[in-house]
Structure formats: structure tokens, C-alpha cells
């Protein structure tokens, strides 16, 4: 008896479905000090959290030395929403 198998239906992965979540549509990209101060933060403090990897997320566009280092404008407001502590209050 042959038996075949079945290829799902819909689009293949491939290596480029990995970063569909970094579609830029309806996003913004900023600096590292342009990201900061949305953030109300100074640029040192941004770059401390990256390298601590407790900052929002970013992008690296380019290779070693001179990639630059971009925030999108929603990593920057999920970063404020999932950090934000209410203090006093009645």
C-alpha cells in the first residue's frame, strides 16, 4: 500500500516567515535618541538596557560596527505598557 503525504495548506515556511513579525506597516522607526526620549530617558540609560537586554525591543540594520539601531514606534509603547507600575493613588 502507498502512502502519501499530505503538504499543509496555506503559505510554506520559509526563512523570511521568522521575521514577519517585524512588518513595518503603520510603523515608525526612531534613534536611539529620538527612542529615549519617548521613552523620557537619556540616550546612555537606552543604550544600558539594550546591552542588559531589559529595554524594548530594537532592529539592527547593517553589519557590525556600523549597523544602526532602530526602535519602531509600537515596541517603544508595548515597552511603557509592560513596564508601567501605578504608584500611590487613592
Known amino acids: ?3 502519501t503525504t499530505k503538504k499543509p495548506t496555506g503559505a510554506a515556511r520559509t526563512p523570511d516567515a ?9 510603523d515608525t522607526l ?4 529620538e527612542a529615549a526620549k519617548i521613552l523620557g530617558l537619556t540616550p ?4 544600558q538596557l539594550r546591552c542588559d ?4 525591543r530594537c532592529l539592527k540594520l547593517g553589519t557590525s ?21 501605578v504608584v500611590g493613588g487613592g
Open 65 to 85: 560596527k556600523q549597523a544602526r539601531t532602530l526602535y519602531r514606534r509600537s515596541d517603544l509603547e508595548r515597552w511603557i505598557v509592560e513596564n508601567a507600575h
Open 44 to 47: 546612555k540609560t537606552l543604550r
Open 53 to 56: 537586554r531589559a529595554g524594548p
Open 1 to 3: 500500500m502507498k502512502t
Open 18 to 26: 521568522a521575521l514577519a513579525d517585524l512588518s513595518l506597516k503603520n
Open 30 to 33: 526612531h534613534r536611539t535618541a
